[in-house]
Each structure stands twice: as C-alpha cells, then as structure tokens.
C-alpha cells in the first residue's frame, strides 16, 4: 500500500474513532494517536483529507446527531440534546447549532431546513473499503403503509418526518414491531429533481391490506415477492450509494444474472434517530429476474 493509501485509513480511523466517541471528551493528543501521527502534523494532515478542522468535525459530527434528535425524538429536552453533544448549557448549545445551520435547536425542531444542512456536511471523507457480501435471497410479499416524497432528495428527511409522526399516531407500523423500508424511483444524481420519488415504507401490523383515511397522505400498499441480491451497508446512508454500484459495477458482472423491473430497495434495520450513524446498517436489494 502507497504513503498516500495509509494516510489515508488513518484518517479514516480517526473520523470513526470519532464517531463511535461523541459522547466522550477528545482531544487532539488523544486523536493523534488514534491516526499514529504527531500532533505537530496530525491537524494538518486531517484538513488536507477531509478539507475540515478536527476539531470543526468532533462538533459538527456531534450537532448531526443532535439535529437528527430535534427532528426524530420529539420528547427529548432540549438541554438533554445539549448535554450529549458534549455542551455545558443549552445556550452554549443553541449558540453553535444557530452558527453552523442558520437556525436555533427550537427552530429546527419545528422546521428544519434540510437543505442548508445538507451544505453544511459537503465535505470529503476518505473512503472505506469494505468488502462486499451479497447473498441472493427470495423476497417475500409484503404488504406496506407508504408516504411518497416527490422533488428535492435533500428534503426526503422532511417526508421521513411525517411518516414517523403517522407512525407513532396510528400504530398500524409500529417503528419498534415493523419494517421500514426506502424505494427510490431511480437514481437522484442522474434525474431531474423535480421527477425524483421516494417511498418512505413500514410493514403492516398482523400483515394488514389496509390502513385508515389520514391528514399525513399515507397510503397502503406492497412491495411484490421477488428474487434479489442482499448486500449490507454499514453506516451513514449518504454513502449507500457505494454499496449500490459495487453491486452494479462489481457483482453483477461476476454473475451469471439478470435485472428485474423493480427499483433497487433499502430496508433500514435502524434507524438515524436511534442509533449513532457508524453504528447505522441498511440491506440494499437488487431486484433481479
């Protein structure tokens, strides 16, 4: 492996250890030994790579999780939210939240703009190689309550937003008891944003048809039985489409097998607002005939 190569895997260390670490207090001696760098060039090398401040991502890795808060677990305070992301008072808190996304935590929480924090994470990360384990399984029928997101893909996560809200209020998907799943109409990078769909998916309690009139537009429906390759990905999902094209680019010439007609699908197997993202995992499924 080239000097650049293992840089680089360190600085992919670090940005995990990070990651799996909000919740302790880090410093930059201790994150330089993580990367096996001197302190003196660790900060320097890290902004080379990611074009960020370690410093600048410990916080901002820490207020993505707090946004994912305000937005998904309404009954967390916010001086609770504060306390985890390593601030000494909610006004310090709200402070730094208002500085790097333009609106207060309370803000936030009633609207969020999801767009400008999408700018705000427009930063490079290295890349991790990790190797790619499909399995062809047989899908089975399943009978779906689903919210279809149209346009913008940076405001999916508004449309996930009503679906949780459907969720917790009807019980007939049940986040803790049901499946949650993402069916893309297509490829968001390579369409028109205004042809661009979503379906935001739970299975139905006790694999029910039917679901009663609502004020979010939820709908009943089914995801049809069908044979698929499975390949795992594990953490954020702004980097599943890494797994998806391995599976185009990578298996699928190595196999002796053909596409279906159904859009390749996600099923989340939890959730960002329950789980830190690296510790996120999503099955990606490609349809095949």
């Given at each position: 492996?080239?000097?650049?190569g ?27 030994e ?37 937005a ?5 305070k ?38 400008n ?15 790619l ?6 899908f ?6 689903y ?18 809200a459907?969720?917790r ?8 008891h049901?499946?949650t ?30 679901i ?37 680019e ?6 002796q097998?053909?596409?279906?007609d ?6 989340y ?21």
């Open positions: 492996m080239d000097h650049k293992t840089l680089e895997n360190r600085i992919q260390r670090v940005c995990d250890y990070i990651n799996h670490h909000l919740d302790r207090q880090l410093d930059l001696t201790q994150l330089s993580v990367a096996a760098l001197s302190r003196y060039h660790f900060h320097r090398v890290f902004l080379a790579y990611t074009g960020v401040s370690v410093i600048k991502f410990l916080q901002l890795a820490r207020l993505k999780r707090a946004s994912f808060e305000l998904f677990e309404l009954d967390m916010i001086i609770d939210i504060a306390l985890a992301a390593q601030f000494d008072s909610s006004e310090a808190f709200s402070r730094a939240f208002k500085r790097t996304f333009s609106q207060t935590p309370s803000q936030f929480r009633q609207n969020p703009d999801w767009p924090w999408y700018q705000v994470y427009e930063f490079t990360l290295p890349s991790c190689n990790n190797s384990e499909v399995s062809i399984v047989e089975a029928h399943t009978p779906i309550a919210l279809t997101h149209c346009g913008d893909p940076q405001r999916v996560y508004e449309s996930a937003g009503q679906f949780v459907w969720r209020q009807s019980q007939c998907s049940p986040i803790a049901c499946r799943f993402g069916i893309p109409n297509g490829d968001p990078n390579t369409m028109e944003e205004s042809a661009f769909r979503f379906k935001i998916c739970g299975s139905l309690r006790h694999n029910s048809t039917t009663p009139d609502n004020e979010f537009g939820v709908k009943a429906g089914a995801i049809p039985a069908m044979r698929c390759a499975k390949a795992t990905h594990f953490g954020s999902h702004d980097n599943l489409e890494k797994t998806i094209y391995a599976l185009y990578q298996w699928l010439p190595q196999n097998e053909q596409l279906g159904h859009p390749v699908f996600f099923e197997l939890n959730l960002i607002h329950e789980v830190d993202e690296c510790d996120l995992r999503t099955d990606v499924y490609l349809p095949l005939v």
